[in-house]
């Protein structure tokens, strides 16, 4: 008997735990299209008419362009920066494993686990012109990176044949030739799980800009939006409207590449 | 001397200034002023012993409390994530044979939103009075389990180690999901024909192949309870009263009052501890033996 009823069993259960998953996000989109009035309970009803006028409200009222600019200037330009450094770093540390080389590795990586010192680090802003500026907060951002980044593609390195280094130096290549011409273009994979990693990371971060950031026009969008709802506490559908223009890139980058999303995940913790 | 002219030791210069920078001169030079009275109200800077740690350590003090609750969120998100993520795992990879994708997205789907809207979002879902959660229970006629989930004092961080664990089960899932998949299926046909019931299977094959994941997982939590900010942040800024303060959201008030010295004691504390905790971290992953 339980034979039979297993698969379906199985399956109720599955689809529960999704819409457990699922709930807030969708709890989210209805009420972005209510009125104030009828978003004011949050409930899961669908929205007697639709208000989409609510966005345009949000995009005026919360400051969301500007937001959404720096959150996209701040999550690439740091992504960029800390995925090509920490595969340069990650190819030669794994290509030449010298004893201070291996240390080095190590030492960075530890980075996975220490907390930062937000006194001390606010006077290295300062001593460095960097706090509430645009750069610190997109060198911070790609300080925080490299750890994480430099530990999948470390292990990633050994599938890229030796041979290649060798024959691209016979053929006349130097160092930063044969880095971005050869081994590159074949660290793709990584590379792509890496960027997408730690272009969500930063996009979703709102430690950094409460410490770093004290002028609102240099904001991301986590920050506007939690400014944003002590403003407009009240108002459910304005505040779901925010929050659901925050997390529309988030989802749509998760859904295109959560294959690369999960590889990155299990390579780098349960294969190394 | 050939290998140094390929692989030159400037490759590794950028994300090591970028690392020392950011991460090591501050929180060692921070070990430093935690032994002095640095604040915002004097440019003077004296020398204080371990005053500040005496301060913190002190029972007169609620320092004791809060790091008791950083301990008290990292063990119970430890043992939900897992609980929840294995039973899921299990689900996907025996349970389920069609859709195991299409679940697995919309399962991991909370990791990758953001812990800020997830906050509000909950702030939302658990309101004492009008809150989707309270509502559900009362319409189910469980209407006695409708608690005042942030507003009370007792249930407050439970409540936020609930949303918390919510949001990470996903990711823990997709982890020992991974590690499932990698046990072979001839043991559990070996033991089967071997008289192993469901039990003895789960027990004996499944928890034993899968240790070296849930190790990686463990450590995963711990270090992310440890350092737990955002959603305690967003969700009831440490209160009712002091009742979910933990070690990040107390240094951000020391921050925010101006009390740099005793600050930089604490999290000083929490740099040793994650220290500690990340050279084990680091042994570990290192012994995985299918290391690529």
């Known amino acids: 008997m339980w034979r039979y009823m297993r698969a379906p069993a199985a399956h109720i259960a599955a689809f529960l735990a999704s819409l457990i998953m699922i709930i807030p996000v969708y709890l989210i989109t209805v009420n972005a299209l209510k009125s104030t009035p009828e978003a004011s309970s949050m409930s899961i009803a669908l929205p007697s008419e639709l208000h989409f006028d609510n966005f345009l409200i949000v995009i005026e009222k919360g400051k969301l362009v500007t937001s959404f600019l720096n959150s996209v200037l701040y999550a690439s330009t740091a992504t960029l920066i800390a995925t090509l450094f920490s595969a340069m770093a990650a190819f030669a540390m794994s290509r030449r494993r010298t004893r201070l080389n291996r240390f080095l590795y190590f030492f960075l990586i530890m980075g996975i686990a220490l907390p930062i010192n937000f006194f001390t680090l606010t006077t290295m802003m300062q001593v460095t012109h960097l706090i509430n500026t645009k750069l610190g907060i997109i060198l911070l951002y790609a300080a925080l990176q490299v750890p994480f980044s430099i530990f999948i593609m470390y292990g990633f390195m050994e599938s890229i044949p030796r041979e290649l280094d060798e024959a691209a130096i016979i053929d006349g290549c130097g160092p930063l030739q044969l880095f971005f011409r050869v081994i590159l273009p074949l660290l793709k994979p990584v590379l792509v799980t890496a960027g997408i990693l730690n272009f969500l990371n930063i996009w979703n971060d709102f430690m950094m800009p409460l410490y770093y950031l004290n002028s609102s026009s240099n904001w991301p969008m986590t920050l506007a939006v939690y400014n944003f709802f002590g403003q407009y506490q009240s108002s459910w559908n304005l505040v779901s409207a925010d929050i659901l223009l925050t997390i529309i890139p988030v989802i749509a980058i998760y859904l295109l590449g959560q294959r690369f999303i999960l590889a990155g995940l299990t390579s780098g913790s349960v294969k190394g | ?292």
Request: glycine residues 8%; aromatic residues 16%; charged residues 15%.
């Open chain 2, 1 to 292: 001397m050939r290998s140094r002219g390929i692989y030159p030791f400037y490759f590794i210069i950028a994300v090591l200034v970028l690392y020392l920078t950011f991460f090591i001169i501050p929180s060692l030079s921070g070990i430093y002023f935690s032994f002095t009275d640095w604040s915002s109200y004097s440019d003077e800077i004296n020398f204080i012993g371990f005053e500040n740690f005496e301060k913190i350590l002190s029972p007169d003090e609620n320092y004791l409390g809060y790091i008791w609750n950083t301990f008290l969120f990292t063990f119970w998100t430890i043992i939900l994530k897992t609980v929840f993520g294995l039973a899921l795992a299990l689900l996907l990879n025996e349970g389920v044979k069609r859709f195991v994708n299409g679940y697995r997205v919309l399962i991991y789907l909370p990791v990758v939103l953001p812990y800020l809207v997830v906050a509000l979002i909950f702030r939302s879902i658990l309101h004492p009075g009008n809150g989707l959660l309270n509502t559900f229970l009362h319409d189910i006629g469980l209407g006695a389990l409708a608690l005042p989930w942030l507003i009370d004092p007792r249930i407050a961080m439970y409540s936020v180690i609930g949303v918390d664990s919510w949001k990470g089960i996903g990711y823990i899932m997709v982890i020992l999901l991974a590690g499932l998949q990698t046990i072979p299926k001839d043991y559990y046909e070996a033991a089967q024909i071997d008289g192993a019931n469901a039990w003895h299977r789960f027990r004996y094959i499944t928890i034993p192949m899968l240790m070296p994941a849930l190790m990686i997982v463990t450590v995963l939590n711990v270090l992310y309870g440890l350092r737990v900010f955002d959603i305690i942040y967003a969700l009831t800024n440490g209160g009712p009263g002091y009742a979910t303060e933990v070690l990040s959201t107390e240094i951000f008030k020391a921050f925010s009052k101006g009390q740099f010295g005793l600050g930089t004691a604490v999290a000083s504390i929490l740099f040793v501890i994650l220290v500690i905790a990340g050279y084990f971290v680091i042994r570990l992953m290192e012994r995985q033996p299918d290391r690529q």
